[in-house]
């Protein structure tokens, strides 16, 4: 089992930056892929980034590249969510999950899920 842990969300203006962390216990944290969700009221869950458990790779979603970088460190069994210019459309309950394998933008391949940290951007 490998519990998941989100921190970090809260309320920004339109702009502005914020970190999410999601710390991971249970099983070994370094053989697991991990990835960001969120969803918005009336809207589906959706993919935002992952990182393969080595920190080599990484996918991102075109509505957040070049905006949001998702990293992770193994000293902490943590994985992060780094978000700047953000915008209003940004606003969402964000999850982090985590796979045995390399299951990238599909949620469905994703074992574990935190219980989720809100992100609320103004205008």
């Known amino acids: 089992q490998v519990q998941l842990v989100e921190s970090g969300g809260g309320l920004v203006q339109a702009g502005g930056s914020l970190r999410l962390s999601c710390a991971a216990s249970?099983?070994?944290?370094?053989?697991?892929?991990m990835g960001w969700f969120r969803q918005a009221p009336g809207n589906k869950r959706e993919f935002v980034a992952a990182i393969n458990y080595s920190g080599g790779t990484t996918s991102y979603a075109d509505s957040v590249k070049g905006r949001f970088t998702i990293s992770r460190d193994g000293t902490k069994n943590t994985v992060y969510l780094q978000m700047n210019s953000l915008k209003p459309e940004d606003t969402a309950v964000y999850y982090c999950?985590?796979?045995?394998?390399?299951?990238?933008?599909?949620?469905?391949?994703?074992?574990?899920w935190g219980q989720g940290t809100q992100v609320t951007v103004t205008s």
């Open positions: 249970g099983r070994t944290f370094r053989s697991f892929a």
């Open positions: 999950a985590a796979s045995t394998y390399w299951a990238g933008q599909h949620g469905g391949g994703y074992e574990y």
